[in-house]
């Protein structure tokens, strides 16, 4: 069974960083992809930064030139954010497409203003 545990999120003021960390166990098949989702209350899941097999990176708008997505062995995967904003704050998901797709438990990232 794929599980995906994610660590680093908290409490920050607005211009900080944090270090999201997400590692995957129970793979069974080749991992095409692996990445970040966001969900703010009252708003949907939207993508963050996803990294696939071959190392090539996609961002969402707002966060480029903020953050940076990066994998080792396609089991890790991290996403470093800088200069964080109010407007990041939302519960941020690990996600991992291979056979099928697979999410995190979430972990809760709040920037204060």
């Known amino acids: 069974q794929v599980q995906l545990v994610e660590s680093g999120g908290g409490l920050v003021q607005a211009g900080g960083s944090l270090r999201l960390s997400c590692a995957a166990s129970?793979?069974?098949?080749?991992?095409?992809?692996m990445g970040w989702f966001r969900q703010a209350p009252g708003k949907q899941r939207e993508m963050v930064a996803i990294i696939n097999r071959d190392g090539v990176t996609t961002y969402a708008d707002s966060v480029k030139g903020r953050f940076t997505i990066s994998g080792d062995n396609a089991k890790n995967t991290y996403l470093q954010m800088n200069g964080l904003k109010p407007e990041d704050t939302a519960i941020y998901y690990c996600?991992?497409?291979?056979?099928?797709?697979?999410w995190g438990q979430g972990t809760q990232v709040t920037v204060s203003s």
């Open positions: 129970g793979l069974r098949f080749r991992v095409n992809m």
């Open positions: 996600y991992l497409s291979a056979l099928n797709n697979y």
